[in-house]
């Protein structure tokens, strides 16, 4: 095999597994209608409110203002989509840390 197609064999390898990445959607507190914010604190700009039974993605997690929610206390936010942010302690990761790369 030449060189050529031993990395042409890795790229592909490489991008396979980008693509078979799945994206995890976690519950909002039940009864929760969860204000969205444009950045990791409760300063910034309210961008939208999820519904209640709201399920969301988290793309990554960054630390912020601290919040005390049904899921305990905690200054993580989680990224749900592009400048949209949500306090961690209302979204049931089942963990008390980061379960996502940081931001």
């Known amino acids: 095999m030449s060189v050529d197609r031993v990395e042409d064999a890795e790229r592909d390898t490489e991008q396979q597994a980008v693509t078979t990445t799945v994206l995890r959607y976690y519950s909002v507190a039940p009864g929760v209608r969860l204000n969205v914010r444009s950045g990791p604190g409760t ?29 305990g206390t905690s200054n993580i936010w989680d990224n749900i989509d592009s400048g949209e942010y949500v306090s961690d302690a209302y979204v049931n990761t089942g963990s008390d840390g980061y379960v996502a790369s940081r931001c």
């Open 43 to 71: 300063g910034y700009t309210i961008v939208r409110v999820l519904p209640e039974g709201a399920k969301v993605p988290i793309y990554c997690q960054t630390p912020g203002t601290t919040v005390t929610g049904p899921y």
